[in-house]
């Protein structure tokens, strides 16, 4: 089991910064590859960037140049940085882990953070 708690959500101003983080804890040697996913109201839930165990990452085509997914080993935190914000950036976003396990594949989820961009 992997267990992750996100923090950072909030309210910010189009063109605003935020940092959102994850911290995993648990099976954490088990964990392949981490992201963050979103879904905005009325939406289905989307990628909004992952990062492998190898430092490997991808960004979804909307978020390219203004978000950056990072990750720390030494803290099993991953990270998030969003800069530019735009409103059409409101939605919750979930802190994703996925495990390779005797080749099955788990899928693991945190509690959600909003984040609302308005002035």
């Known amino acids: 089991q992997v267990q992750l708690v996100e923090s950072g959500g909030g309210l910010v101003q189009p063109g605003g910064s935020l940092r959102l983080s994850c911290a995993a804890s648990g099976s954490i040697f088990s964990i392949n590859v981490m992201g963050w996913y979103r879904q905005a109201p009325g939406k289905g839930r989307e990628l909004v960037a992952a990062?492998?165990?190898?430092?490997?990452?991808n960004h979804a085509d909307s978020v390219k140049g203004r978000f950056t997914i990072s990750r720390d080993n030494a803290k099993n935190t991953v990270y998030l940085r969003m800069n530019s914000l735009k409103p059409e950036d409101t939605a919750v976003y979930y802190c994703?882990?996925?495990?390779?396990?005797?080749?099955?594949?788990?899928?693991?989820w945190g509690q959600g953070t909003q984040v609302t961009v308005s002035s």
């Open positions: 990062v492998d165990s190898g430092g490997n990452t």
């Open positions: 994703n882990a996925g495990s390779l396990i005797d080749e099955s594949w788990y899928d693991y």
